[in-house]
Every structure is written in structure tokens, then in C-alpha cells.
């Protein structure tokens, strides 16, 4: 379930993700692996750790996690100082990242996919890198969760801006939030970036109706479960954390707004210069059913595969829209920074 900033923490260094400081390794049996730090401590039941136990158990390697501030934008930023990105593979990438790293790099931080074994098994319509060399390995889809013991939960966009919601949602800024990104992305394809009324009128009004905008999905979601307000832009996988919990499932409802939801598949990628031969191991690994099913559970989120191994129940917990909703890599290319720069001069924090 990836949380994650974007630009306002870049520079700031690399967080060793399982030791609390900086991790590097020069050994060449080692795989150092970049990601997101909630897939190393979220308030789920975080895979991190347990797949670097489960890795070395098999592989006569050590694997390294790093978790950056700047996440992605820490290792664009060092491919520009003309520095080593110290790092064999980035695990959570998503459409957005592989467009700007693109746009800054033209293209020269990541190395094309080796043949992998499992990748066949990846479905349909999650490779969202034209030039595949990111491989989904889960997705998820973000949406609203509400606490359905204080609210019922509008049905449609239109619905937040009612009076009787006034003050109940809290989202992200999708200038430092993948999460609030999605949502924004997801405002654009129902309002439009041209016209008489656009997503950026519907943030407006969203704004005078009392929503609470928080910098990261972690401080939105806190909020949330302090109640400070009853519905919070998250993941439609909620309540799969809520039942890992032992919490109320009524206090963790799920609303499709329109029936839609923002589908964000994460990719795994080498860099340039990495252990190829390592890292073709461990994307294979991650491949694996029994793996994906347990890095869904873990992390709480969909396989990529259509063969991950997932308890009987996983389905009535997770919950899929009718109707998902995503921009491909040609629609955010050339557009992406300049709707988050529009959106961040139009909404005052």
C-alpha cells in the first residue's frame, strides 16, 4: 500500500529502511533494493523484513533495503550529480515516476528488464512502461474510507461538495503524496483540465467545503484514525488492514465515488549498473505465487499476477471498482508537472 512524498524531500539522504541509518554494501553478493518507506514500516504488516529474511534464506546474497526521503527523486537527483545511485533495483515505481524520470534523464537511470521467469504471468493491463523495463509486481486503487458508524459516505465528486459533508474529508497534496496524486489525477479525468468547470473549480469548492489537506497518505490517515474527520483519501484494500487489526469493519468502509477508483500499479526496475544477475533472482522471486500473495497481504494491497496464492476471504475484504480509472504514460507525459503546478498555485494550504 504505498505512501510516499515526492519532490519536497528530496536531497535529504538515505534512510537505512531496517537499521535506522545509512545502509550501503560493496559486496558483490549483496542486492541493494530502493523502496518506499511503508513497504518497510507501515501500520500494516509491512513485507520488507519479512522478504529479506525469506530471500536470503534461499540465495547466498544479503539484501539491502534503502528508503530515501526523496524516494525515487533521491536517485534522479544523484544520476544528475553525476554520482553513483549506490542501488541495484528500485521496487515500487509507478507510471508518474517512469514519466519523470524520463522527462529529467531522458531516460538514462534505469536499465531494460532482463528475462524473467513469472513475468508471463503478470496481467493484463498492469505494464504501464512502454519501454518495459519496470515490472509490476501489485496494484492498488485509491478511493475513499470512511467511518461508516459517523458518516454515510457520498456516492459521487459532487456529493463532498454537499453542505452536510462539509468538513469530513481529509486528502493529501499530490505535490508531495502519490496518494494525493491519484486522487488529483482522478479529479482530472472527471472534471477536465479545460472548460467552464475543471479540477481545479472542483478543488476550489472542495476547499470551501471544509476539506483537510495533509502533506503525506501517513499524516492523512493518522488524522483520520484520531477522528479528525470520518472519511480520508485512501486505499480500496482498507479494510484487509482493518481485519489484520481486529477493528471494526464498519469504521473502515469503502466508497467508489461514481463507481470509479484510481487504479496505481507498482513496478520493480534495475538501475544502470546493477547486479543483474542478482537482481533477475529477486524479481523472479517476488514473482512468485506464493510470494505475490503474500506481499498482497503483507502490504496490503492486489497481486500482479493471476496466479498469487491468497487466503479464501482476501476477495471480500479487497475491493475492486466497477469502473477503474488511470492515465497512461503518454497522458502524463509533458502534463503532469504542470497540473500538480496549477493545482499547488490554486489551493491554498
Not at 31 to 54: H, N, Q, R
Request: proline letters at 5%; charged letters at 25%.
Amino acid at each position: 500500500m504505498k505512501r510516499r512524498g515526492f519532490l519536497a524531500a528530496a536531497g535529504a539522504g538515505i534512510t537505512a529502511a531496517l537499521a535506522g541509518c545509512i545502509s550501503q554494501s560493496n559486496n558483490e553478493d549483496s542486492l541493494v533494493v530502493g523502496t518506499y518507506s511503508a513497504f518497510l514500516d507501515a501500520p500494516s504488516i509491512s513485507p520488507g523484513e519479512w522478504l529479506k529474511g525469506e530471500f536470503e534464506s534461499e540465495f547466498d546474497a544479503t539484501l539491502v533495503w534503502q528508503s530515501p526521503p526523496g524516494e525515487v527523486n533521491h536517485y534522479i537527483q544523484r544520476k544528475q550529480e553525476g554520482v553513483s545511485v549506490d542501488a541495484d533495483l528500485y521496487l515500487g515505481l509507478n507510471t508518474d515516476e517512469i514519466v519523470r524520470i524520463d522527462d529529467e534523464l531522458d531516460g538514462s537511470l534505469l536499465a531494460e528488464a532482463p528475462s524473467v521467469e513469472g513475468r508471463d504471468s503478470v496481467k493484463s493491463g498492469l505494464n504501464f512502461d512502454p519501454q518495459e523495463r519496470a515490472i509490476p509486481f501489485n496494484t492498488g486503487y485509491i478511493s475513499l474510507v470512511y467511518d461508516g458508524t459517523e458518516t454515510e459516505a457520498p456516492t459521487t465528486f459532487d456529493g463532498l461538495l454537499d453542505e452536510e459533508h462539509s468538513g469530513e474529508l481529509i486528502a493529501q497534496n499530490p505535490g508531495t503524496s502519490g496518494t494525493g496524486r491519484a486522487f488529483m489525477l482522478h479529479t482530472i479525468d472527471r472534471f477536465g483540465t479545460d472548460g467552464d468547470y475543471t479540477y481545479l473549480d472542483f478543488w476550489s469548492d472542495l476547499q470551501e467545503n471544509g476539506v483537510t489537506i495533509l502533506g503525506a497518505w501517513g499524516d492523512a490517515y493518522g488524522a483520520w484514525q484520531e477522528g479528525e474527520a470520518p472519511t480520508v483519501v485512501s486505499y480500496s484494500t482498507d479494510q484487509v488492514f482493518a481485519d489484520q487489526d481486529g477493528a471494526n469493519l464498519e469504521e473502515h468502509q469503502v466508497r467508489f465515488l461514481n463507481d470509479q477508483a484510481y487504479a496505481n500499479p507498482e513496478g520493480m526496475a534495475m538501475f544502470e549498473d546493477a547486479n543483474e544477475s542478482l537482481a533477475r533472482d529477486f524479481m523472479e522471486f517476488v514473482l512468485r505465487p506464493e510470494i505475490q500473495g503474500e506481499i498482497a497481504q503483507r502490504n496490503v494491497v492486489f497481486p500482479a499476477t493471476d496466479n498469487a496464492e491468497l487466503p479464501p476471504d482476501y476477495a471480500e475484504l479487497a475491493r475492486e471498482p466497477p469502473d477503474p480509472v488511470t492515465f497512461s504514460y503518454e497522458d502524463l507525459q509533458g502534463s503532469l508537472d504542470g497540473w500538480i503546478d496549477d493545482w499547488e498555485r490554486t489551493i491554498v494550504q
